[in-house]
């Protein structure tokens, strides 16, 4: 984790350009500047703003009690309970604070992402279900009439969901259901899951606007799903369990569901944590083209005015929930697969 | 089995023919390789980055016909045939698509092209402008096969010519890619201890950012263009390549003929090179098909959200991200015309893939 922290540090901060600069735009001037540059600690070496990152990262840090100083502990940049402090240096127990995006005026980094990292939850979740719903079945099906037209159909299918790219498959589902379409399914094109209604009161849920966006999200891990049952499942057939089973004179439902299906489940299992990671970064293209409020969104826009905190938050924060999703994973894996053990 | 004995290569070859998406694959990429090579040859619009743009009329329906009169810019630009022919013609005469002419002694008054029923300009312009005083040769009948796109640039011209950077992206990053991962992969998987344990070290961190995050964080350290994207693209995915070569290396290290091969002396170096990694090309082979499918499909994500190849350069994915607005104006094929060439690309090198690792039996 401290890896990719320091990868993320210096990938950003190579960058050529001032970002003191391009915050003021076109109207600087020096005085501005200077100011702007000691409030995000831009004016110190590499090194130092490396560890003032780092600092303002860490669950427990030191702060000075000098005003002037960067690592000065206000209220409105830090929500820390002071632990002791040994001389003119404050320990404290903070939650992690990721700064304050460049482009909205003193909005901190952590809120953009409470605010849209839940709809981008909500949005990976329900793709990842429809995947591994869909795909398992198919996957199964796909196995059972091994060499068959259906078997091959799927196949076909199923390499067309890996080939395309997603940013594609959304606008041609966008067009399709949401204009086409629209008339029968009554789906929006864009339009995010929290929506203001007509007259802009109250916010409510429109369960509507997933139903798109997550089958999109969908394709791809689903494409991946029937291989890999397909796959595990032939494999899993040849097995002597799967022989004796047959011997013991188990009707061949059983021996599907009960012996075979579970376990060819784990390599399954592995690649959707994989692939759930990756769907966080995926969404960007769906998010965008769909218009749904989530991370991916929040991204793009950051892209456009290098809005770098904002960035290198939501890069950190996907990182961190891969690797715990992993770690989820493995404690899965071992529940699933008792031959495994964890190290 | 045959009696005369055939090498394992023969085999795996002879396997891959019998599969009949494998070849046709094969073929479709070469079609596509020499289509991305000579692009400018083929292309109906050869200027730099099939770049003419006509914005009368912008936007047009495939098979689209107008007349072009051009207006020679009189300059006389120096070029060379190689780079004619590779580089597309530099161009500075002028096109204008027009409904009607007339020759009067002297001068050549024309229409100008306008769409919906509007009425067009009229314009007259000197006769000696036209080197032979004979405006007819500059009039021409220029069909559009896949339409306009919404600068009047023709579709059929900058697919072609964006096939290339598909393409070439592929090689590069799969180059990169093997490069550092059998490099990295080799040492980490050979040597053990301390050396593996720091590469593999590297190769989590890496691992564990999402591809296409890793590779916008590298073009923003970089800056915008298309080699940047290459190299992020090709730094990215040194990662798989990496941990496949280490984890073969690691279950050959113990076998014999690498014994015998330590036994008679041979440094690390050579062992490594000469028979360990011919042995383990297998897997890495079809980790390159899917690293070279996925190397288009990054590009054309970068391209799509803007960052990727910049404008006049013409890519696919950028040309979805120009003109999927314009989806529901009735004019879908903009988008959808480079949006099939990326799927199909992809979609070959993904079988290609499959039937390599089915020919040569390479697990999972």
Partial sequence: MFGVVTVIFFLFNVLPGDPAQMMLGQNEDSEQLAIIKKKYGFDKPISTQYLYYLNDLSLVSFHSKNAEDYTFLSPNKYAATELFSIGNTTTVLKFPYLRESFTKQGKKVSEVLTETLPNTFVLAVTAIIIAMLLGVFLGIVSALYKDTWLDKTIQILSTFGMSIPSFFSAILFAWFFGYILHRYTHLEMTGSLYEMDDFGEAIHIKWKNLILPAVVLGIRPLAVVIQLMRNSLLEVFNQDYIRTARAKGLSEYQIIWKHAVKNAMNPVVTAISGWFASMLAGAVFVEYIFGWNGLGKEIVNALNTLDLPVIMGSVLIIAILFIIINILVDIIYVWLDPKVKLD | ?364
């Fill in chain 2, 1 to 364: 089995m045959s009696l005369t004995s055939q090498s394992l290569k023969q085999l795996a070859l002879q396997k891959f023919k019998k599969n009949f998406w494998g070849v046709f694959s094969f073929c479709f990429i070469l079609l596509v390789g020499v289509v991305s090579v000579f692009a400018y040859v083929l292309a109906p619009d050869n200027s730099q980055y099939a770049n003419q743009m006509h914005l009368s009329i912008h936007s047009k329906k495939p098979g689209f016909t107008v007349s072009m009169l051009t207006i020679p810019s009189g300059m006389d630009l120096d070029q060379n045939v190689f780079d004619k022919i590779f580089f597309g013609t530099k161009n500075a005469d002028t096109e204008i698509p027009i409904s009607s002419f007339a020759i009067n002694k002297d001068t050549l008054s024309y229409t100008e092209y306008a769409s919906d029923g509007l009425k067009g300009i009229e314009k007259a312009i000197s006769l000696s402008v036209f080197s032979n005083n004979n405006p007819q040769d500059f009039i021409k009948q220029k069909t559009f096969l896949f339409g306009t796109d919404k600068y009047g640039r023709d579709l059929l011209s900058r697919v072609l010519v964006g096939a290339r950077i598909s393409f070439f992206i592929g090689f590069v990053a799969v180059f990169i890619s093997l490069v550092i991962g059998i490099f990295m992969g080799s040492i980490a998987g050979y040597f053990g201890g301390k050396i593996d344990a720091f590469i593999m070290w590297v190769i989590n961190v890496t691992w564990s950012i999402p591809t296409l995050l890793l590779v916008i964080a590298i073009t923003l350290a970089l800056g915008k263009g298309f080699w940047q994207v290459f190299i992020a693209v090709g730094l990215t995915m040194w990662v798989e390549v990496a941990r496949v070569v280490r984890g073969q290396i690691i279950s050959v290290k113990e076998m014999q003929y690498v014994t015998a091969a330590r036994a008679l002396g041979f440094n690390d170096f050579r062992i490594i090179i000469k028979h360990i990694l011919p042995n383990i090309m297998a897997p890495v082979i079809v980790i390159s098909a899917a690293n070279f499918a996925s190397a288009i499909l990054v590009e054309s994500g970068l391209s799509f959200l803007g960052i990727g190849a910049q404008p006049p350069m013409s890519s696919w994915g950028a040309m979805i991200k120009d003109h999927y607005n314009y989806i529901i104006l009735g004019k879908p094929f903009l988008a959808i015309i480079p949006g099939l060439c990326i799927m199909s690309l992809v979609m070959a090198f993904m079988l290609i893939g499959n039937a390599l690792r089915d020919a040569l039996d390479v697990k999972g």
